[in-house]
């Protein structure tokens, strides 16, 4: 049997675990994608699990050779040789196989051979992720010192994302005085003269990436810009941001956002000042899950409400809690007829498979060509959504452009499920 998880699959045949890695998680992590791992079951000697919740994915872990199965994170479990990852619909799956590990553990620990001694192929040890370069590495809040090229010992590594929510919170950096050449190397790379009273540089590319490991603050969150480490998320704000930071790590990505910066007047160009621009921390990643199906998220445009909702509140009051809640919606052509006019082409909205609603016959007009030019490449379109209410009322609002203003460019990056 196969128990396809989010960064790789397991096969158990003729009492043999085999394990290969695939998928940009994997690659992320430095794993080595497309060769099976095998091991004997005789050689399994622990086995731990950690369940999905709906925004964080799980993990099956290995003890091998007599060996403990290691404590992995979130950061860490994607980039174990060992392990696999799973998404919430899976929790199921990977609890019966953690069930049946449990009693392959226990009858050999009854054998007279010991897991030890049974011979097997080691998997090839790895850099977990994110990259930690040396225990030496200097954390935010060590003595101040100027960092390498390569900014402090945690890297801006994996797959950029962009944030499931509108950015609205313009953040301050923190900590920017400990990475003066930093700011020397962002005026060279965007070939800006240092003014008598400073330099601004706007819109350029930042990511956040979560440090779990740090010595000082397990929730830390450094910010990097056009890759050059300039400082951390403040202590409170980066307790909200790092679980979904550390998830996305977890799947080899990082949060991408734009970054302002000012640099100092000095001889070189001194330290200055960072500010970012963020979603809601609720917001980083969509409450649920994409579905299953070759997809395509629309491009993000002004809000569109939904009608209808009133209907389905068996399905959107699953959802509500005492905040908005930032959704994965996908929309559908149909044929609707509302009282007795003549049937139009509707635009169908729905929540993990069921209908929530629909678009009014004039916002239905605004966008179905877009959705059209999704579908017939054969991909689910999928865009932004935020719901609240109460349990006695809910409201869905839709965040999508309208087919005029797709820009041709993004038309032309929509390949055809088949060229996956």
Known sequence: MDYVGYNGTISIARRTWVLTQHGVAARAGGLTTRQSHRVPLEAVSDVKLKP????????????????QAADLGRSTAASHPDSIMFRHKDNDLFASLHQWLVTVVSHNLARPVESGQVAFDRAEATRLFPLQHGADAAPERQAPRDHSPQGAGWQQSGIAVQPWAKPTIWQN??????YTSAFQRLLKKNRARLGENGTELTGLPAALIAEPDNQYDPNAVAVFVQKEQVGYLPRDTAALYSPALQD????????AVDARVWVAPGSGGGPGSVTVILPPHEGVQSFNEPPEEPHQVLPSGAAIQVTGEEDHLDILTRYVCDRERHLAVTL???????????????????LDGHR?????KVMSEKIADLVQYVAVRGRVPV??????GSPLRAELVLYVAKSHEVTQKWLEGVRAATDN
């Open 356 to 360: 929530v609603g629909a678009l009014s």
């Open 52 to 67: 999905a919740t709906r925004l964080t994915n799980g993990w099956l872990t290995l003890g091998l050779g007599g060996l």
């Open 383 to 388: 865009c932004r959504a935020v719901l609240k």
């Open 332 to 350: 559908h052509l149909i044929d609707e007829q509302r009282n007795r006019a003549q049937p139009y082409r509707c635009v169908e909205v729905r």
């Open 173 to 178: 950096v923190v900590g920017e005085s400990r």
């Open 248 to 255: 996305l790590a977890g799947r080899g990505e990082y949060l």
